[in-house]
């Protein structure tokens, strides 16, 4: 214990001392601003009481006074900004303690067993990760010290007047993990509230978040030019203060931390050894659910609703398929740390709303286009809605082409959407040019036939031989360069009718300002301040755009399993860790992929009408599309 007080003394004393060299920096900024203004009064005084005659002294009073007017009002607005300014602060959903009681008492209890404040409030954002922030910044209101006044630690800290800071928890720790392994894994982050609580730190902190907050708003100015203006020397100054202070801030949060973990050392040290594999654990879920299951969701304009409970369904699965998680399971009849809240679903729900927005940029509420899904209607309302959106997409696209239906026909008409008419045109050879027949030139000649593939109605005003912009290669179709060219030009198509789609649906309703307030999990909370620019969403884009090739893949993909579920009896499904599913028989299918690629690189369909053989699916049969 000895020697923990020491870590704990050590770490503490260097955040101090590079927390003081910040505050010096800052004081010797001030000193440079007033250095002109002192001048300028002492050539002021000493012209009428006589000490400083002559016209040398008038000239440098005439030529300083001015000057230092000038550097006065500069930085006062430098400082004005600084301080006015609005800290970045992390999106999440407030949590007050009477929707988590329990939560409350489990973490004012750890804090008075590591001898620190307790946090002031508690918020969970859709991450797996745990932090403290602090929120005492005058842009965001007072500080919450009277509402939570009781679990400040104000009565056993020598500094009361420093509110703590806010405990932001990653809300799939909550539903994963259970209540000693939460406990374990929270216990150096509430261990920093002590180094957070020293007015020096504290100061610091104020000082370097106000000069970043200064930053942000000179660069993101869209005034007039003016006004830009001010700004853009505003954040000259202010970049070169980060650049003098980053070394010591750095520095101090290293001690902090340092100070926090020695002092977390005596707290469930063994539990937390199998809590952080639990970390890692979650996190590989939480990507998993998050890339696999929601974002199909999300691209179609629903969210689903329960995403923390996605993922404890994630990674029960994950237990079961890999051998090395067996022992993971036992664990999980033990108490779940989501029990801790009064409202699990409310706080789920709330958390998997802000999830959409920060992750893909879904607007602040619900709505006719963007509504919820729970699990149990995920696989009949976003799998067989994706397919069939999809398949539909790719049927548009090859009536833009003017392609046939297939040989085999349909019992819908000419443009019946089947999968043979898919499969015939990805197969058909390629046409050839054939020599002019010859013509009587006493009978008028009719237009030739068009033949496949043909460009499409909306480029048919380009000139004869000249290539539309659809047909010229682009960077992102490189890697369609082994495919078969109707393969190809097949892709480039569905990517630009898919591009023109995310236009036209790009622009949404204005999200409102308290997204992040968590409404459904804290009643009666008092209106928060917004939290983060709306117009920068989404914060994490999860996936880079998907190429030509893919999405090809997707569609053709999309195309089967709408013949299966309508010609062989399959089912829509979901699977936790890859998300969209066919079931056929009750069993997931997993070989399609092999035979979809096959016809997309080498135009031979021969592997996939087997498969369909196999599976008994009708291609010759038309299939229902949205």
Known sequence: MSGSGTGVEAGAQAARSRALAVLRLRS?????????????????????????????WDLARWVLTPVAVLVLLAAA????????????????????????????????????????????????????????????????????????????GAGRHPHPSTAAPVLVIGSPFLWWMRVGELRAVLAPVVAGTGPSAHPDIAAARRFVR???????????????????????????????????????????????????????????????????????????????LLTRVALPAWRMGRWPSRLNAGVVAALTELSRRDRLAEGFTSRLGERPACDLLEEPGAVDEAASLLAARLFHGGPAEP???????????????????????????????????????????????????????????????????????????????????????????????????????EDEPTPEDEDLAGTTARSAALAARLSAELAREEAAAAPRPAPSATA???????????????????????????????????????????????????????????????????LVGGERVADLSPQVLALIEDGDPTALRLWLARQGIRPEKPVRLV
């Open 210 to 288: 106000g000069l970043d907050a200064a930053v942000a708003v000179a660069s993101a100015s869209r005034r007039g030019p003016v006004f830009r203006g001010v700004l853009a020397g505003v954040g000259w100054v202010a970049r070169a203060l980060l650049r003098g202070c980053r070394g010591h801030a750095a520095e101090m949060e290293r001690g902090v931390a340092a100070a926090a973990a020695e002092r977390a050392q005596a707290v469930d040290y063994g539990l937390r050894i199998v809590a952080q594999e639990q970390v890692g654990l979650a996190y590989a879920g939480w990507d998993r």
């Open 77 to 152: 607005g430098v400082a004005l900004v600084v301080a006015r300014a609005r800290p970045a602060m992390s999106p999440t959903v407030e949590i007050t303690e009477e929707v988590a009681p329990d939560l409350y008492r489990m973490v004012r209890d750890l804090a008075d067993r590591l001898d620190v404040p307790a946090p002031s409030a508690i918020a969970l954002t859709p991450d797996c990760d745990s932090w403290l922030e602090d929120r005492t910044h005058p842009a965001h209101g007072p500080p919450p010290v009277e509402e939570h006044g009781d679990i400040a």
């Open 28 to 56: 010797r900024a001030l000193a440079g601003a007033v250095l002109p203004a002192a001048g300028a009064v002492i050539l002021l005084v000493g012209g009428p009481t006589g000490h400083l005659p002559g016209t040398g």
């Open 516 to 582: 992040s307030s968590g409404s459904a999990a804290s009643p009666g909370a008092h209106d928060p301040v917004p939290l983060w620019d709306d117009r920068a969403l989404p914060l994490f884009p999860l996936q880079p755009p998907r190429t030509a090739r893919e999405l090809l893949a997707d569609h053709i993909t999309a195309m089967v399993c709408c013949a299966a579920v309508d010609t062989a009896g399959a089912v829509p499904g979901l699977d936790w860790l890859d998300g969209p599913a066919l």
């Open 367 to 469: 709505g006719p286009d963007w509504s919820p899904v729970h699990w149990a209607d995920y696989p009949e309302e976003v799998v067989d809605r994706k397919w069939r959106t999809d398949a539909a997409r790719l049927h548009r696209v090859l009536d833009a082409l003017r392609v046939r239906p297939a040989a085999d026909g349909g019992t819908s008409g000419p443009d019946g959407p089947t999968l043979s008419r898919v499969l015939d045109h990805l197969t058909a050879p390629a046409p050839t040019a054939a020599p002019p027949a010859p013509t009587d030139p006493t009978r008028p000649t009719a237009p030739p036939p068009r033949t496949d593939p043909a460009p499409a109605p909306e480029t048919d005003s380009a000139p004869a031989g000249e290539p539309t912009p």
